[in-house]
């Protein structure tokens, strides 16, 4: 949470406000943005549309 936090801070950022699933309006709205994400099914449902962060262990990030 510390990382995307400053993430956050230190980037330029949207923050878009929606309505009902938060995954469908993420999936909606990412066409070729960058998502961070845990979420397996959500990983799954924006391969092709998004790149996808991770956390791989507990210090690494991956591009998916």
């Known amino acids: 949470a510390d990382l995307a936090l400053q993430l ?3 980037n330029k ?3 878009l406000k929606s309505q009902g699933n938060a995954d469908e309006a993420i999936i909606k709205n990412s066409e070729g943005c960058f ?3 845990m979420d397996r ?3 799954k449902k924006l391969k092709g549309i998004a ?3 991770t956390i791989r262990g507990r210090k ?3 591009f998916l």
């Open 8 to 10: 956050l801070k230190n």
């Open 13 to 15: 950022v949207k923050i």
């Open 35 to 37: 998502v961070a994400t």
């Open 41 to 43: 099914e959500l990983k």
């Open 51 to 53: 790149r996808i962060l």
């Open 60 to 62: 690494n990030l991956e």
